[in-house]
């Protein structure tokens, strides 16, 4: 680091057109990645300082050594010395430019490669193992779950036109399979000894289940007709039409989809609409939001929080500023003793000049890095290093503070003013933290509207006679039962009798539902008398009730669990028979609606269900 000019020409690689040769990308990778576990703020900053370097280093993703690089990079995050790193790729445009590498327009390799970049920043943002490095949520995964972002990858999924619209929707569910099982913080069943921090963060996927949610019948329709599977291919078994990768991804994300609208924090507050006529109101943001973009009202709480942090260091600081003022008139030497006492604090105060920051900024960084526990002296001179690059601002020549700040970058190797900011938001006390800047209230756009036939039959049985609001999770549901989702994926369970792993997505499904909440079903009481329900509350509650009547009555659950067992009982009659491959996840099947059925006999449940069972089956 100590010869910048041979360290910019090492980083002219980069400018080099692609692909790079792979052996010296891996040296070139090699090297930077050793910087910057050795000099982790220097080289941070050498490479901020670098023009256009994140679309360099995007434009050589399919170089797998520059993609570990950018890795790399990311997960310097975790190094106190690397906070902002994210946050600077993130303005940069690092998602947008991931995302459209997703365009079915682009060939099938450009998707891998993009979608597993994605993959590698969710699993170093959020780990599933405690012991496993994590730099924990951050931007660029608030980028990835927000609206905006999924409508676009949804858009580029489901587009019929398109050549490489199928690679594009089988990347794209990975991606969401991905971030939902990262993010699930109701996996995290086990109970926290007091005191103890929980082991993930509570990420709200609102958004992408919402958006998700609004274009399930699209995705049903790729279950009826899908895009990759044109006829009938020989096999082992003859000629079979094959499910398809597809339709199997589409079933895994409807089952993780199940998983996610169970979360809590996802059923904590309603956000959607629904009319007494059946019209389901889905609030958008403006097309126009950007994450990065931050309300008029939350900017003017951050100004005054600002305004009094620096009052309160200006206090902390009064003694180190009058050492600064005594070491600065000792230098200037006659000048500043002819002067009289009432004229020394004018004296040095002119004498602050643009040449001096550079060192005192210097001195700063030295003692942060020599002294990290004299936590109230670093406050300090981070707050001096603030205040003097504002006069640099204000009466400075463009040049100059050209000039100061790349010494600035070279010497101590500290970060940009962005940086100093945010730790001095993070020493601040909990009742200046207001407001928090990370997460601005996007600006609503206009609702996108649905039509719900459940809706209706609901509201003959318990009349609304306004709106009402349910959450995002109940939504889901709403949108499974109107749409016959698990009962369409039933019929792919029989349609692909040899597909063990549709079978595995489909017993999910129906285990997910049958062991939740059923709602208001009322129950029997010490003497064993059944206490009707409370009340019918309508749309409130009971939407996995609805889903297992669903599964009952479209799915026909009862009768096509005997006629398998016939037709297996049947084909394995005959010479050189065997059994049907879907019977062993069918057993379990079975087992769980006998389960059901011996849990709720004694609730309005079992009525429900009574009149779609066959008393012979």
């Known amino acids: 680091m100590a010869n910048i000019d041979m360290l910019v020409k090492f980083w002219e690689f980069l400018d080099r057109p692609p692909p790079l040769n792979p052996v010296q990308a891996s040296y070139f990778a090699k090297v930077i990645g ?81 979608s597993q970049v994605l993959l590698d920043i969710i699993a170093i943002s959020q780990s599933s193992h405690p012991e496993q490095p994590s730099i924990r949520t951050n931007v660029l995964i608030d980028e990835l779950k927000s609206e905006i972002i999924v409508t676009r990858l949804v858009g580029y999924m489901l587009d019929r036109t398109a050549p490489h619209s199928t690679s594009t929707l089988i990347n794209g569910v990975t991606i969401f399979i991905e971030l939902i099982r990262r993010n699930n913080s109701d996996y995290d069943v086990e109970p926290l000894p007091p005191g103890a921090e929980p082991q993930r963060e509570a990420v709200d996927l609102s958004d992408l289940l919402k958006v998700l949610a609004s274009r399930i019948e699209d995705f049903k329709d790729l279950l009826l007709n899908p895009r990759s599977v044109s006829g009938s291919v020989e096999t082992s078994i003859g000629r079979q039409t094959p499910l398809g990768f597809e339709r199997l991804k589409i079933c895994e994300m409807f089952a993780e989809l199940l ?8 059923n904590s507050r309603p956000i959607i609409s629904v009319s007494p006529d059946g019209t389901v109101k889905v609030p958008t943001v403006s097309p126009n939001y950007s994450i990065h973009s931050q309300p008029q009202q939350e900017q003017d709480v951050a100004s005054q929080q600002d305004q009094k942090q620096e009052q309160e260091k200006e206090q902390d600081a009064t003694p180190v500023k009058q050492e600064q003022g005594t070491a600065q008139v000792a230098v200037n030497g006659e000048e500043s003793a002819k002067s009289e006492g009432a004229q020394e604090n004018t004296v040095v105060e002119k004498n602050t000049s643009v040449s001096s920051v550079t060192e005192d900024q210097a001195n ?28 640099l601002e204000s009466t400075g020549s463009e040049e100059d503070i050209n000039r100061e700040s790349d010494n600035f970058d070279l010497d101590s190797g500290s970060s940009t003013p962005k940086p100093i900011a945010e730790d001095s938001l993070s020493s601040s006390s909990p009742e200046d933290q207001v407001t928090p800047r990370a997460t601005p209230i996007p600006p609503a756009g206009p609702p996108s509207t649905l039509a719900s036939s459940i809706i209706v039959d609901i509201t003959l049985s318990s009349p609304m006679e306004q709106e009402v609001l349910i959450p995002v999770g109940d939504f889901l549901k709403l949108q499974f039962v109107d749409h016959r989702i698990i009962p369409t994926c039933f019929d792919l369970f029989f349609q692909f009798p040899w597909n063990n792993f549709l079978h595995t997505v489909v017993y999910d499904m129906v285990h997910q539902v049958f062991h939740r909440p059923m709602g208001d079903i009322g129950r029997p009481d010490g003497n064993g008398n059944y206490i009707p329900p409370k009340g019918n509350l309508g749309i409130h509650e009971g939407w996995n009730r609805r889903l297992t009547i669903s599964i009952f009555k479209d799915g026909q659950l009862t009768k096509r669990i005997a006629d398998a067992q016939r037709l297996c009982d049947h084909e394995f009659a005959q010479p050189l028979g ?33 009149e779609y069972i066959d008393e012979e089956d």
């Open 578 to 610: 065997v059994r049907l491959g879907y019977m062993g996840h069918l057993t379990y099947i079975a087992d769980e609606t006998v389960k059901l059925l011996e849990m709720y006999q004694d609730t309005s449940l079992m009525s429900m269900l009574a």
């Open 34 to 114: 050793v910087f910057l576990m050795k000099k982790t703020s220097k080289m941070l900053e050498f490479i901020r300082s670098r023009p256009n370097v994140v679309e360099k280093l995007l434009l050589h993703m399919s170089t797998s050594a520059i993609m570990d690089l950018l890795l790399k990079i990311i997960s310097m995050e975790e190094a106190p010395e690397g906070k902002g790193i994210v946050q600077w790729l993130s303005e940069n445009g690092l998602m947008p430019w991931l995302i459209g590498q997703l365009d079915p327009n682009l060939d099938e390799e450009t998707h891998s490669i993009a």
């Open 364 to 391: 700063a960084s030295k003692e942060l890095q020599s002294a990290p526990a004299a936590e109230k002296t670093n406050q300090t001179e981070q707050s001096d290093a603030s205040e003097k690059a504002k006069t």
């Open 259 to 266: 998983h996610c609208s169970n979360m809590a924090i996802l």
